[in-house]
């Protein structure tokens, strides 16, 4: 059946005729008529206009509870009133000085008491802007050219961290991407301490290995607290800077991040998402020797070059605001907790309605997020199977079948539930239990559906 004979389709075909004639006029603006590729959605994207707490509605009225969460940033759900306020505090008072303000030292300080790795921050605009950062400081303070990533981790889309994710786990530059750069990247199978202490020991030119703490696409390929725990004992014994991208993880697994709950403390870390309180912002934290790099006065009293670093919406006074006040309520604790213990609750209704529908996929995912995996090749597997490390990453990294993919996506929609695009996403402190039982209903409509459509 093709997806323009779909029941699914057709449904959120008559839901969304808002939302279609926007995306038209998208499409004569924009690549595929998005600015976002986790946007893009056959045969179009709903166009929202509002959200609060941890739903939102679309152009045309539909209700949806949220599991994009802002693509991870949103902890405390949408307009969180103390945020919104101190937002629009600030903005009465500028948007843009072009100079220092006391407030992203407030923030600053901040990140210094949540995150154990932060003696020294520098404020960037995204967390693709602090990874790029990071592997410059990296090498400058190493003097060595290579980095180490691991296959499927996600740093952001700059040309070192552009291939390897969901394609070219070769190694080779997708387009555009310089093969020069390509090959001053190594990439290793993720969870596999040997391959990368085999890497480490052949190649003395490895500066820094990066790596999303709590596994690839917070954590749709997962990796095993000990994997983290070893691999930094291995970059200490071979010199290598260890850097956590905990853009997503940061401020969520609890408020250090996944660092604070492992007991992990890397020499580098970078951050966004959360930080800004749904705002842009993103920030670099790490050892003083090495944030040093970027300080007129040590860089000189050490005799070496500066790095130069600018970057206009740096520390910028509206992300500040509604960072500090983020930040306020997530030390807290009580937020983090919220969130994962919805996630946990969700993930095991998800996977009753599975056995209940006799659908062999699985739901799984560890602290504030899920993953609904489909399992196209039958595999006699757990989720704890999936969480233990035991599955190759290639398994997950694998896209399903576009049409299952899409109509899972549409099924959600059409009763009123967002999933994100990699099937699943992260929730929110505010997610309740009326969020709980109509995820769950609409997760079980969704899959009769797909059955009827002959999809399962």
């Not at 921050?121 to 060595?144: C, I, N």
Request: glycine share 10%; hydrophobic share 40%.
């Amino acid at each position: 059946m093709s997806p323009g004979q779909s029941p699914i389709v057709d449904a959120y075909r008559r839901r969304t005729p808002t939302s279609a004639r926007l995306y038209e006029r998208a499409r004569g603006v924009f690549p595929s008529g998005v600015t976002h590729d986790g946007r893009y959605l056959e045969p179009y994207p709903i166009y929202v206009n509002r959200a609060a707490g941890s739903r939102k509605w679309d152009v045309d009225g539909n209700e949806y509870v949220d599991y994009a969460g802002g693509h991870g940033a949103l902890l405390l759900g949408h307009n969180y009133p103390r945020v919104v306020q101190a937002v629009e505090q600030q903005l009465a008072l500028g948007t843009h000085y072009g100079a220092c303000h006391e407030l992203e030292i407030q923030w600053g300080e901040l990140v210094q008491k949540l995150v154990p790795s932060a003696a020294s921050v520098r404020f960037t605009s995204s967390g693709t802007e602090a990874t790029l950062l990071a592997l410059r400081l990296a090498r400058a303070f190493r003097g060595r050219s290579k980095i180490l990533r691991f296959a499927g981790h996600f740093h952001g889309w700059h040309d070192h961290m552009a291939f390897g994710v969901g394609s070219h786990f070769d190694g080779t530059p997708t387009p555009g991407v310089l093969a020069e750069v390509a090959a001053n990247v190594v990439l290793a199978p993720p969870g596999d301490i040997e391959a990368a202490a085999e890497i480490l020991a052949r190649d003395d030119h490895i500066a820094a290995v990066i790596i999303e703490p709590t596994g690839a696409s917070w954590g749709q390929v997962p990796v095993r607290k000990e994997f983290v725990q070893a691999l930094a004992d291995l970059t200490r014994k071979r010199g290598a800077l260890l850097i956590f991208d905990e853009v997503i993880s940061g401020f969520r697994c609890a408020p250090g991040g996944a660092q604070a709950v492992y007991g992990i403390t890397p020499d580098m870390t970078t951050l966004a998402k959360i930080l800004a309180g749904g705002l842009p912002g993103g920030a670099v934290v790490g050892r003083r020797d090495v944030m040093d790099l970027l300080d007129h006065r040590r860089a000189a009293e050490a005799g070496r070059e500066k790095i130069s670093h600018h970057g206009t919406y740096n520390a910028n006074p509206l992300s500040a605001a509604a960072g500090i006040a983020t930040l306020e309520i997530v030390a807290a604790g009580d937020a983090c907790r919220h969130a994962n213990d919805y996630a946990a609750r969700l993930r095991e209704a998800l996977n009753r309605v599975l056995v209940d529908e006799k659908v062999p996929w699985i739901v799984y995912g560890t602290f504030s997020g899920f993953h609904i995996f489909t399992n196209p090749d039958g595999r006699k597997i757990t989720a704890a199977d999936i969480e233990s490390g035991q599955v190759d990453y290639r398994v997950f990294k694998t896209p399903p079948r576009p049409s299952l993919a899409t109509k899972l996506r549409l099924g959600m929609l059409g009763h009123g539930v967002e999933i994100f695009s990699w099937l699943g996403g992260p929730t929110s402190a505010v997610h309740d239990e009326d969020d709980l039982a109509r995820t769950v209903e609409a997760f079980s409509r969704t899959l009769r559906l797909l059955r009827e459509e002959g999809e399962i």
